[in-house]
């Protein structure tokens, strides 16, 4: 009986220690890459109040309106930058930390998992239900093709999610040989490539001159949200643009090329983005492709030699 009291009591107190050790853990978080992570993340809830509005609402920006699902867009774009720059300062800081990663990856569900997906939803519910924010497309609906868009878009956050867990347990360290290739299409890489593609339909097929190219191109971002979906999920190999391209020294003619991309991108931001993203998005894909294509087929085997005499 002693010793059954001798036992409860040491596990009682390794528990009260262990306790004490997490509390001392959960208070010490980095406050400045902290706050840029919830700037991604406000930035993404943020997105996904204005995809709500009907598109026919305008606001004022300066010289030019923009569309809600435009306004949206940019403030994915907007937590992108958030989310690459929190990264950079706790490295820089010397303040990374479990509950960091953490907290980042809750963010990118929300700026890159849902938003783009409730603005696919919004827009295809444009041309497919004819309204303006009023009903969007949902599961109730006794419409097959509306469960399906709903299924995809469900999908797609799904994905998300399961992309970003698996990059917290396969990512082993923050050192730089750790970041420089991606299993799946990142989820920045996603959001970045469906939320460019909305912009550009915004700009540059507007409804009231060309309404057949706006309502195919609005009813296929659906696909688009499918494939970048099964891109994150997927085990191809997506490069670290940063780490890769962007570290390091280089000679001059790279630093020219890279120099008339950046001009031709403030140019032409809108197609510069979606250009880039779906690029990006295609790369593993086209690689793969071209390695097969490329692969040398069995050789012919060779002639016996002659016998003499």
């Not at 109730?140 to 999610?161: E, G, K, M, P, S």
């Not at 890489?189 to 939320?195: D, E």
């Not at 690689?287 to 692969?295: E, G, I, V």
Request: overall charge positive; hydrophobic content about 50%; glycine content about 6%.
């Amino acid at each position: 009986m002693r010793r059954k009291e001798d036992f409860e009591e040491r596990y009682r107190r390794r528990l009260r220690r262990r306790r004490r050790q997490l509390r001392r853990r959960a208070k010490a978080v980095a406050v400045l890459p902290s706050l840029f992570t919830l700037g991604n993340l406000i930035a993404g809830f943020a997105a996904i109040h204005f995809a709500a509005k009907p598109l026919s609402v305008a606001f004022k920006i300066g010289d030019h309106e923009w569309s809600s699902l435009t306004v949206a867009g940019v403030l994915i774009f907007l937590g992108m930058f958030f989310d690459a720059v929190d990264g950079y300062v706790a490295r820089l800081t010397r303040t990374t930390s479990d509950i960091g990663g953490q907290l980042d990856s809750l963010a990118d569900i929300v700026t890159f998992g849902v938003a783009p997906a409730y603005m696919t939803l919004q827009l295809v519910s444009k041309f497919y239900l004819a309204t303006e924010g009023a009903y969007i497309i949902s599961p109730t609906r006794d419409d097959l093709f509306a469960r399906v868009i709903w299924a995809i878009a469900a999908i797609y956050v799904a994905c998300t999610a399961l992309r970003l867990a698996r990059f917290n347990v396969e990512t082993g360290s923050n050192l730089l040989a750790d970041h420089l290739m991606f299993r799946g299409l990142p989820s920045p890489g996603a959001a970045g490539c469906v939320s460019s593609l909305i912009l550009l339909h915004q700009h540059y097929v507007p409804v009231t001159d060309f309404p057949w190219a706006a309502r195919v191109t609005g009813l296929g971002m659906a696909f688009i949200l499918l494939l970048c979906a099964l891109g994150m999920v997927s085990r191809l190999p997506y490069a670290h643009v940063v780490n890769m391209y962007m570290r390091g020294h280089r000679n001059f003619g790279y630093v020219v090329r890279l120099a008339i991309i950046l001009a031709f991108a403030a140019f032409l931001p809108t197609l510069a983005l979606a250009i880039s993203f779906t690029a990006y998005a295609l790369s593993a894909p086209t690689r793969l492709l071209m390695r097969a294509w490329t692969r040398p087929g069995r050789t012919a085997a060779p002639a016996p030699a002659r016998q003499p005499g």
